[in-house]
């Protein structure tokens, strides 16, 4: 088993290049109709190419939660994990507590910025509130689910926005993938900053 999971860790690994060019490829061949010949044939490839990777992809991931052997392996790797002796043992852990504590610091100012909402607009004349037409607004907004524009109450007032802020700028996959380097230049600079 240990040896199937690095063959197919590394076809992934190799996969990543070759999946980036189809998916470029496939962009810019957008305008190129896929219903005749070659074309649709190419087309059919990549798409067979690009499923199996995406299978590979959840297959690795689920053995990164279930294995332990083979979770150390692999992150020892991305992270550059080296422990020869019992003090570089101690010092993983307390980078990787560090790396832990500050990823958690980061996870809260995400929270934060993603639930806070701050507007300053202004309103027409006639709409007024003790002759004042610039408000400034401050909400918390904290929803389970993800709701669409169309879920969200129209405006009664007709106002015009200086200044709008409601949550993140960012998709989920964007903070996910910033959580992932996140931890993995927290853990070495932490243990590097230990290893003086």
Same mark, same amino acid.
């Given at each position: 088993?240990?040896?199937?999971?690095? $063959?197919?860790?590394?076809?992934? @690994?190799?996969?990543?290049?070759?999946?980036?060019?189809?998916?470029?490829?496939? /962009?810019?061949?957008?305008?190129?109709?896929?219903?005749?010949?070659? +074309?649709?044939? @190419?087309?059919?490839?990549?798409?067979?190419?690009?499923?199996?990777? $995406?299978?590979? +992809? $959840?297959?690795? &991931?689920?053995?990164?939660?279930?294995?332990?052997?083979?979770?150390?392996?692999?992150?020892?790797?991305?992270?550059?994990?080296?422990?020869?002796?019992?003090? %570089?043992?101690?010092?993983?852990?307390?980078?990787?507590?560090?790396?832990?504590?500050?990823?958690?610091?980061?996870?809260?100012?995400?929270? &934060?910025?993603? &639930?806070?909402?701050?507007?300053? /607009?202004?309103?027409?004349? %006639?709409?007024?509130?003790?002759?004042?037409?610039?408000?400034?607004?401050?909400?918390?907004?904290?929803? @389970?689910?993800?709701?669409?524009?169309?879920?969200?109450?129209? %405006?009664?007032?007709?106002?015009?926005?200086?200044?709008? /802020?409601?949550?993140?700028?960012? +998709?989920?996959?964007?903070?996910?993938?910033?959580?992932?380097?996140?931890?993995?230049?927290? /853990?070495? &600079?932490? $243990?590097?900053?230990?290893?003086?």
């Amino acid at each position: 088993m240990k040896r199937v999971d690095s $063959m197919l860790l590394k076809v992934f @690994l190799y996969g990543i290049p070759v999946i980036a060019l189809i998916a470029g490829f496939s /962009y810019l061949s957008g305008a190129v109709s896929h219903h005749a010949g070659f +074309s649709k044939l @190419l087309n059919n490839f990549m798409g067979l190419v690009f499923a199996l990777w $995406m299978a590979l +992809s $959840m297959y690795l &991931c689920v053995r990164l939660v279930v294995s332990g052997p083979f979770r150390d392996q692999v992150i020892a790797k991305i992270t550059f994990i080296r422990e020869r002796d019992e003090r %570089e043992a101690i010092l993983t852990g307390k980078a990787a507590k560090t790396a832990m504590l500050t990823s958690l610091a980061f996870l809260i100012l995400l929270f &934060c910025l993603s &639930c806070f909402h701050v507007s300053v /607009y202004r309103v027409p004349p %006639e709409n007024a509130v003790d002759g004042k037409t610039g408000f400034i607004t401050l909400g918390f907004g904290f929803d @389970l689910l993800k709701h669409g524009e169309q879920d969200r109450p129209e %405006e009664r007032i007709q106002r015009q926005d200086i200044f709008s /802020y409601r949550g993140l700028p960012v +998709s989920g996959t964007t903070v996910i993938l910033m959580l992932i380097v996140w931890q993995i230049i927290a /853990y070495n &600079c932490s $243990m590097r900053r230990l290893m003086r």
